[in-house]
Nanobody
Framework: EVQLVESGGGLVQAGESLRLSCAAS????????IGWFRQAPGKEREGVSC????????YYADSVKGRFTISSDNAKNMVYLQMHNLKPEDTAVYYC???????????????????????WGQGTQVTVSS
């Protein structure tokens, strides 16, 4: 059984930083694409950043490029999202999700609506005040 547990959300002021963590179990990291998604009230879910567990290649949405960094610790089955220079528009519930990445190993695909990731965490709230 795949389990994903997010942590690290909170309330910060604009310009501050947060690091989200996703603890994954029941998966072989090298075989999965893992991503961070977010959903704000009244908005569609957005693929923020995805990483290929095998190659380590990454994808970032334009809205976070240069401010967010996704990384993984395969030995610990952990994925992180380091967020710098947070903005009020980053306020959302952030979810970790995972999907076997074969035959497509492009992290952009899994962050897109076509990725259809089937394994999701419960989410962690990030609130950025202005």
């Amino acid at each position: 059984e795949v389990q994903l547990v997010e942590s690290g959300g909170g309330l910060v002021q604009a310009g501050e930083s947060l690091r989200l963590s996703c603890a994954a179990s029941g998966i072989t990291f090298d075989d999965y694409a893992i991503g961070w998604f977010r959903q704000a009230p009244g908005k569609e879910r957005e693929g923020v950043s995805c990483i290929s567990g095998g190659s380590g290649s990454t994808y970032y949405a334009d809205s976070v490029k240069g401010r967010f960094t996704i990384s993984s610790d395969n030995a610990k089955n952990m994925v992180y999202l380091q967020m710098h220079n947070l903005k009020p528009e980053d306020t959302a519930v952030y979810y970790c999700a995972a999907e076997p990445q074969y035959p497509i190993q492009n992290p952009y695909y899994y962050c897109s609506p076509y990725g259809s990731l089937r394994n999701w965490g419960q989410g962690t709230q990030v609130t950025v005040s202005s």
